[in-house]
């Protein structure tokens, strides 16, 4: 009777797999910024790289997440009609009529202008349920306890700050409920912006993906930070290259204070106080990276060429000396 039953399981699982279905059981959250327009999906899984299969969003379209036996079309055939102008819903409904696995599928989806749809297949692995609330659904299967889609809808609706952060809390608020019964493994975010250049690349905010991990969510936690860093790194540089010298340097403190253990941070920040003529500001801090990363110092030299670093051997010593 056991080889019966195994046999069975073989069959059904090889029947999905046939029907382009992956056994990606999770809990994830679609979700739009109403005051940005950004659209994002956040997921964790206890499955390798959840974030190439569930999560999907196209800026000024809509966001979707499809999962337990995942149909990856959902995501890209999904925005596709939204795009065309479908509701989230009828998006969905179209969807699901031309799925024969439907009963094991779990899919949210949410259009620009804030439509919600999500779809619990009868046959998903129990604790399965989902919870809608306003601009985002949030979707779970194979939970620990059958409350985790509502804890995470209320962690969303309470939290703070950016779009990535509500999705973290949403996560977190999960995963402190029991989450995924089998344990963790993989999690990612996708945040498009709510500016629309028609530029696939131009329009992603956010692209993160934790393959396999023994705390997801945590290491997503700690990129999503890393990530703002590297925003505010970025923006430095431009107010470098139109001469916004104060603009820069406020930039250049913001990335560091995100991201205070990596050296090169703080660095950019001296770099940039020597170049403005204020080389007793940046002393201190160039004494303090060349401490943390001796590498440092061996770039200095090599930022004249570049006319990074001012071309004058008395300030270029007194930085070495450091």
Sequence with gaps: M????????????STLTAQNGRPVNTYSIVALDEETGELGVAVQSHWFSVGALVPWAHAGVGAVATQSFVKVEYGPDGLQLMSEGKTAEEALNALLAQDDGKAVRQVGMIDIHGNTAVHTGKNCIDFAGHFVGKNFTVQANLMEKNTVPEVMAKAFEKAQGALADRMLAALEAAQNEGGDL???????????????TGISYKDVVLNLRIEDHPTPIKELK??????????HANQGDHYMETGQIELALKEYNQAAEYYPENPELPFWTAVTLAGAGREEEALPIFKDVFARDPNLKILVPRLVKSKLFPDDKDILLRVINQ
């Design 222 to 231: 700690r990129l999503v930070r890393i990530h703002k860093a590297y925003n």
């Design 2 to 13: 056991r080889f019966k039953n195994t046999a069975l399981i073989f069959f059904f699982l």
């Design 182 to 196: 089998r344990g963790k493994q993989s999690a990612a975010m996708l945040i498009v912006s709510g500016k629309p």
